[in-house]
């Protein structure tokens, strides 16, 4: 990150006080970083981003009162919303899931190691979005859930009928995204560059007419189950 540019602005929301001491400390021991507000509720969260105008809105999902979900529907209707990334301890897959479908961009869980969460908000304020290989094997397995041979059948044929249209570098970035890999990871995998990951992303995202990266790691499951 360039170092003349102003610290990213966080609000950190999480309904237990000690989970958002932790992550403040973690957060402004950083010098490109910086926590602006904290909420414990999603009604509290709304407030405080229009208040403090964040870049990053690090988002527990399961709260009493309103949920995280809803707050993050909420402000990422709005014009210029702030990048949402979402902190789970994966007792709510089903909410994370619709998150994601809801434009956050990304997740990870609440026992990340500080390094990974670090560079998780960063990732998320430069627009990007956010997978570890531990929370996408999850998600994948909350979605998906015991089919039928018939209906495993019927995923599996969708699902390489998309990627049929993918050509072979596109499809190798897909199965890179499935195994939770970020771009950096993606092009050494690949031995091409940071910038090339991208544009085969943004492909992926326009072929295969998907919103996120859990929806393009689906897809690569589906049809290699």
Not at 1 to 19: G, H, I, N, T
Request: hydrophobic share 45%.
């Amino acid at each position: 990150m360039d170092s003349e540019r102003e610290p990213v602005r966080v609000v950190v929301v999480d309904d237990e006080q000690l989970v958002r001491m932790a992550l403040r400390l973690v957060i402004d021991g950083e010098p490109d970083l910086t926590v602006v507000g904290e909420a414990a509720d999603g009604n509290a969260a709304v407030a405080v981003v229009d208040e403090q105008r964040p870049d990053v809105v690090l988002m527990d999902v399961r709260m009493p009162g309103r949920d995280g979900l809803s707050a993050t529907r909420e402000l990422l209707g709005r014009a210029a919303p702030p990048r949402v990334l979402i902190l789970t301890t994966f007792d709510s897959d089903d909410l994370v899931l619709d998150a994601l479908r809801t434009g956050a961009l990304g997740f990870v869980l609440k026992d990340t190691q500080p390094a990974r969460l670090l560079d998780a908000v960063r990732t998320v304020a430069d627009g990007n979005p956010v997978l570890s290989p531990a929370a996408t094997a999850r998600v994948i397995a909350a979605a998906t859930g015991p089919q039928s041979a018939h209906a495993r059948d019927a995923s599996r044929e969708a699902a390489r009928e998309q990627l049929s249209a993918l050509t072979e570098r596109e499809l190798q970035t897909a199965r890179a995204v499935a195994d939770g890999l970020g771009n950096p990871e993606i092009a050494r995998r690949l031995n091409i560059g940071v910038a090339t990951v991208k544009a085969h992303t943004g492909s992926l995202f326009a072929k295969l007419a998907v919103d996120n990266r859990v929806q393009i790691a689906l897809l690569v499951r589906d049809a290699e189950e």
